[in-house]
């Protein structure tokens, strides 16, 4: 089996005949470069936070204050990434974070991103509110590791629809998201007046569900359209919710359950109280809570109040494998990333996510033996040290 690590020879290789990367191999790249591509509303979409930015900012700034000190002399001609995370056999530990309305950057939208991460073997989260449903991601995702996002709606009967769709089209494992009781001010959004889910994009999963369409009168046509779309609105989250509710989904899901959105240590050890099996540590990339803390400060508490009673997951800033190795150092299990795949699927579609994912395992591999490490379990704080700059 070759390395991660093997794509650099790859490319070197590739050289050999005059040919380079069509995407550039630093990932921080990919911003502009989708904004070239991308209608000024869809990259605003995804390219956009929360208020002034401050904490999309934030979640950069916090890497940077982190520092690698390498390590010599330590064998590390052979490694491995590999790690089992929420019951997952992951071949390294990074996974596609959920992201809605993915039709918006690609037309394949989350079927393209679904057929990448299945071919590089990582766990695709499929969001509730895709382009595409449960069933067809499923569908493209073969034989790959998925995991399902839940938007907990308001009707009950409707959560428990989307749960038993999931567990039937083989997702493995439960994702609730919590930072979304609303969708934050966004002044991109706001300003373009842009909101891809009032045109009905994003909102497959709702409209394929059997009790969604008993609701709004039957399956979703030209003459009930705009009646499904309200009854989206007024379902799509329900911030009445509290710890207890919990509860109803240990009932309703058999397989682990990571909550999304956790930055609080009390909340950490509500959620291990609660019979959860994670917590993704994740201020939503910096497009809920302006002024939030950087999602990688959050972290190392996080991960000190659950101990090994639950897994700690990372996701919020995450561009470079150098990024990978500071929040696994820190305590994560692994990471999720969101705004790179993106960026590649709206610059190459499946082939371009595979990029993504390639560039991010071999860096990681790479960074990892450079600083003299030949596992994930093996990274710990003592790697890392505090820069001011
Ligand atoms: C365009 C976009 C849509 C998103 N949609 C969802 C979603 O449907 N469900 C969810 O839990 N998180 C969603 N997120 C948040 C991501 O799962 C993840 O927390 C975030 O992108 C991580 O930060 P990063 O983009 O800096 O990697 C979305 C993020 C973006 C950029
Ligand atoms: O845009 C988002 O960040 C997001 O999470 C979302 C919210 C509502 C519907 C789809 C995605």
Redesign the pocket.
């Known amino acids: 089996m070759s390395a991660p690590a093997d794509f650099q020879n790859e490319i070197y290789l590739k050289g050999l005949g005059d040919a380079v990367p069509e995407l550039p191999t630093d990932l921080t790249g990919l911003e502009a470069l989708a904004e070239r591509r991308l209608s000024s509303a869809a990259f605003g979409?995804?390219?956009g936070a929360a208020g002034s930015e401050a904490t999309?900012r934030a979640?950069r700034a916090a890497f940077d204050r982190w520092r690698i000190v390498p390590r010599m002399l330590r064998d590390v001609a052979e490694r491995d990434l590999s790690v089992r995370v929420l019951g997952t056999d992951m071949p390294a530990p990074v996974a596609l974070?959920?992201?809605?309305?993915q039709s918006i950057f690609h037309p394949d939208g989350e079927l393209a991103a679904a057929r990448a991460a299945a071919a590089a073997g990582l766990p695709y989260?499929l969001?509730?509110?895709?382009s595409y449903s449960i069933e067809e991601v499923a569908e493209a995702n073969g034989d790959g590791p998925r995991w399902y996002?839940l938007?907990w709606p308001k009707d009950r009967e409707l959560a428990v629809s989307f749960l038993e769709r999931a567990a039937a089209a083989g997702y493995s494992a439960l994702?609730v998201?919590l930072d979304?009781v609303a969708l934050a001010w966004r002044p991109r959004d706001l300003d373009q007046a842009y909101l891809p889910f009032l045109r009905g994009i994003g909102l497959a999963n709702y409209f394929s569900d059997p009790v969604f369409q008993k609701a709004v009168g039957g399956p979703v046509t030209d003459a009930n359209r705009e009646t499904a779309i309200l009854h989206w609105a007024a379902n799509f989250s329900n911030p009445s919710l509290t710890w207890d509710d919990l509860a109803f989904l240990r009932d309703h899901w058999r397989g682990p359950i990571a909550l999304?959105?956790i930055q609080h240590p009390d909340d950490a050890r509500r959620a291990v109280d609660a019979g959860m099996d994670g917590v993704?540590v994740?201020?939503?990339?910096?497009?809920q809570v302006d002024g939030a803390v950087a999602?990688l400060d959050a972290l190392a508490p996080v991960v000190e109040a659950v101990g090994d009673r639950a897994e700690v997951l990372f996701?919020?800033?995450?561009?470079t494998g150098a990024d990978v190795v500071k929040a696994l150092a820190l305590g994560a299990k692994a990471v999720?990333?969101?705004?790179?795949y993106?960026y590649g699927l709206a610059l190459g579609g499946q082939a371009g996510v595979t990029h993504v994912l390639r560039c991010l395992q071999a860096e990681l591999d790479l960074t990892m033996m450079l600083s003299g490490h030949t596992r994930p379990g093996d990274l710990g704080p003592d790697l890392l040290v505090r820069s001011d700059a």
């Open positions: 979409y995804a390219a999309a979640n974070a959920p992201v809605g309305v989260v969001s509730t509110a895709a996002q938007y994702v998201t979304t999304k959105g993704i994740s201020n939503h990339g910096g497009r999602s996701d919020s800033g995450i561009r999720l990333v969101g705004r790179p993106v």
